[in-house]
């Protein structure tokens, strides 16, 4: 092989490498690219819930004991979140600083994986 051809040869499989490899890394990122990336999750009681806040989860909670209440900052903003189990069913909904309620998960009890189990939230 020329010298002349090598180093055509070289810079062609570099100029792959540069073009796939970022290329790669983008893909292998988070398939929700809409979510927003979380900051900061804070355990909070109940009685430190903005007032709206505090009457939407007692109301979306039905009197079930809350196991996770949690101020969650985004670069989007703040907003709150429970949970509870209902049943077999562990209940999540996000909610507004407003009271506005964002989302409401359900989904069976024994699906979650072990690290997603938190302790009892006073209130």
């Given amino acids: ?48 819930l ?24 985004t670069a989007e903003g703040v907003f709150y979140e429970a949970e509870w189990i209902d049943g077999d069913y562990e209940v999540e909904v996000k909610v507004a600083p407003d009271g506005q309620v964002l989302e409401r998960e359900r989904e069976k009890a024994d699906e979650q994986e072990d690290d997603d189990v938190e302790g009892e939230v006073d209130g």
């Fill in 1 to 48: 092989m020329k010298t002349g051809t090598k180093i055509e040869w070289f810079l062609a499989v570099l100029l792959v490498a540069t073009t796939l490899v970022p290329a790669l890394a983008l893909a292998d990122g988070d398939d929700d690219e809409t979510a927003p990336k979380e900051l900061e999750e804070v355990t909070v009681a109940l009685a430190d």
């Fill in 50 to 73: 903005p007032e709206a806040v505090q009457a939407t989860v007692l109301k979306e909670s039905a009197g079930f004991e809350l196991t996770e209440l949690q101020e969650i900052t």
